[in-house]
């Protein structure tokens, strides 16, 4: 089993920033590849970025390219989502997730085994 633990949510105000951070523990984490999704209420959870194991390759969901950053240090076991221009429509609760292939362009969230527990995410207007 990977355990993963998100942390770095809050509230910010629009146009603000706020990075996300992933730890993994458990099982050899080697060859995963990372994702971040968001779900808000009522709403199904959705695709926001991905990021192979080497960090070489990124994907992001239109909503949020070239707002978002997602990274990854593989000695410390974290995937980060750095998250800048915040709108109000990026309220959610992130998740992020995993997956021991290495198969980052998968962006549904059955391509993911594991996932963390969610860290909320709330943008005021």
């Known amino acids: 089993q990977v355990q993963l633990v998100e942390s770095g949510g809050g509230l910010v105000q629009a146009g603000g920033s706020l990075r996300l951070s992933c730890a993994a523990s458990g099982r050899t984490y080697s060859n995963s590849a990372g994702g971040w999704f968001r779900q808000a209420p009522g709403k199904e959870r959705d695709f926001v970025a991905s990021?192979?194991?080497?960090?070489?390759?990124?994907n992001y969901a239109d909503s949020v390219k070239g707002r978002f950053t997602v990274s990854r240090d593989n000695a410390k076991n974290t995937v980060y989502l750095q998250m800048n221009s915040l709108k109000p429509e990026d309220t959610a609760v992130y998740y992020c997730a995993a997956d021991l292939h290495n198969q980052f362009w998968i962006r549904s969230t059955t391509g993911y085994p594991y996932w963390g527990q969610g860290t909320q995410v709330t943008v005021s207007s």
């Open positions: 990021i192979s194991w080497s960090g070489t390759i990124t």
